[in-house]
């Protein structure tokens, strides 16, 4: 089964100071038995770097393809925080494109699958873009996905903040952008508005999938699962929880949860 873990959901056994990244290599791997690895950067970048957060040196990431060689690990998705397309300042906007520049030369490296870049906006608010924004955002994505395309990846954002948790908001970027290799990292369920019709709006672009704690165990699950294959859906199908605590044994859970749906679906 095509089953990968996010990189997120081991975020506070990282703060504790008992992972790094190659230690979530080994942990996807050899502790449960997975092909893939499903990377964060917030692993791999300096936190306190201000006003952006700033990607570790070249040779560094080097380092993490050789360990994802090693372990003969996809990386199926490359989920990328800090490099958000929209500030409304503009002088924000171009240290966020240069981020995401840099975050695009890491994705080659490494031979990324997928790569995950947001729109922008708040966390605990939404709405729709205003013209300026939508056109900036349009246009980001359409650079990046022309990358995306030369170097054999997909790019695009999560519905995760500001107008990407509207799923209509996000179809209408999807048309506009108009390109093979833009799409998008649909964690199930996760909207603002049109709960019971988002997955399906989103699923024909769909390149990466999260389930999460209270995702994989909705009583529509293995319905949405059905409904994102037959909309062309054929990657994995992710699990991102950054559990409060036992995070090794929270996941660990909800593998079988998200198995056990795929094999009923």
Not at 87 to 109: F, G, Q, Y
């Amino acid at each position: 089964m095509n089953i990968s873990i996010g990189g997120y959901s081991f975020n506070n056994t990282y703060l504790e100071g008992k992972m790094d990244v190659f230690g979530y290599l080994e942990t996807v791997k050899y502790r449960y038995g997975l092909d893939a690895a499903d990377l964060w950067n917030g692993f791999f970048i300096d936190r306190k770097s201000k006003p952006i957060m700033k990607l570790a040196d070249e040779s560094y990431i080097r380092k993490i393809k050789e360990a994802l060689d090693e372990r003969e690990l996809r990386l199926v998705n490359f989920a990328v925080d800090g490099a958000h397309l929209w500030d409304p300042d503009p002088h924000m906007r171009e240290l966020l494109h240069n981020n995401a520049l840099t975050h695009l030369r890491a994705a080659i490296i490494m031979g990324a699958e997928t790569v995950r870049i947001d729109t922008g906006g708040s966390y605990t608010e939404w709405e729709t873009m205003s013209e300026e924004q939508f056109d900036y955002t349009v246009l980001r994505y359409k650079e990046f996905s022309q990358v995306a395309a030369d170097n054999g990846f997909k790019i695009g954002p999560e519905n995760h903040m500001g107008a990407s948790l509207l799923p209509r908001e996000m179809k209408r970027i999807a048309e506009a952008v108009d390109h093979p290799a833009f799409g998008f990292l649909v964690h199930l369920g996760r909207w603002k508005a049109d709960q019971a019709e988002g997955d399906r709006l989103v699923a024909p672009w769909a390149y990466h999938t999260h389930f999460d704690a209270a995702t994989a165990v909705r009583e529509d699950a293995i319905e949405t699962i059905r409904m994102m294959e037959a909309s062309g859906y054929a990657g994995y199908w992710g699990i991102e929880q950054n559990a409060p605590g036992n995070q090794y044994a929270e996941i660990e859970r909800l593998i079988g949860l998200v198995k056990k749906l795929l094999a009923e679906a």
